[in-house]
């Protein structure tokens, strides 16, 4: 007989805790849930409820899909805000699906499921990844505005940015190394963030200096054609403007 008697809402409680190693614990509760489902019978007047971590780790999941989409609006408000249009914003913006992939990859390759901490952690990787864009695409529109071809302005970008857009994603990468390779108490939590943000940032570096002067390239190119019948045009007027005979009155 227990020597206490646990009660919730005027009945009688009985818990079963558990301890959970070497695995996640939505998979394991998951298992449990359908073993449970198909070898015990619930009597009428019982009922049966999952608490502890599990309860907990419902409740953030519920919180998070409030605060993943609104730092992502957050992230694209604030890039507007830097570049004044939605095409360069949404240019620099690109950077974040790059990352989310790369995290994505990484934890499927250690084999760490998805946590709160990760989730925690594609929220700082998405700040990252849109920095490395920034850096780029200001960089392009001050070579365009100072007169540079359009060509020639994603080529001289990518080429004197892309020491700055490495320097980045390494130091941000070395810094969460201990993390990702930890094994003591806490790790658990420590490896699924700095797993996501190194992964992320890698592809992120790779795909932004590959794939954003592409996406840059085909979002102005009618800007450049645009740009061209308007020089050609100008050229046309002055050389027009110089054959017109010039005359002088004499009173």
């Not at 995290?103 to 084999?111: D, H, N, T, Y």
């Not at 990252?128 to 001050?142: D, E, T, W």
């Amino acid at each position: 007989m227990p020597n206490e008697i646990g009660r919730e809402n005027g009945k009688r409680v009985v818990t079963v805790t558990s301890n959970v190693r070497g695995r996640d614990l939505s998979s394991f509760v998951a298992d449990a849930q359908r073993a449970v489902r198909d070898k015990v019978q619930i009597l009428p007047g019982y009922w049966l409820g999952w608490g502890g971590q599990f309860e907990q780790l419902q409740s953030a999941t519920a919180r998070l899909e409030v605060v993943v989409p609104l730092a992502l609006a957050l992230i694209f408000a604030l890039l507007f805000m830097a570049f004044g249009n939605v095409k360069d914003s949404l240019l620099v913006y690109t950077g974040v699906p790059l990352a989310l992939t790369g995290g994505i990859l990484s934890l499927w390759l250690r084999g760490l499921p998805f946590s709160i901490s990760a989730g925690v952690g594609f929220i700082a990787l998405s700040g990252v990844a849109v920095l490395n864009g920034v850096v780029m695409v200001s960089f392009i529109s001050r070579l365009r505005d100072e007169g540079h071809p359009l060509e020639e302005a994603i080529r001289l970008g990518t080429i004197t940015r892309l020491r700055p857009v490495l320097m980045t994603a390494l130091v941000a990468s070395l810094g969460f190394l201990p993390m990702a390779l930890a094994h003591g108490r806490g790790a658990e939590v420590q490896r699924p963030l700095a797993t996501v943000v190194i992964g992320g940032i890698i592809s992120s570096t790779a795909l932004t200096l590959l794939v954003l002067p592409v996406l840059y390239r085909t979002f102005h190119r009618k800007e450049r054609s645009r740009s061209a019948r308007s020089f050609a045009r100008r050229d046309h007027e002055e050389v027009h403007r110089e054959e017109l005979p010039t005359t002088v009155e004499h009173s």
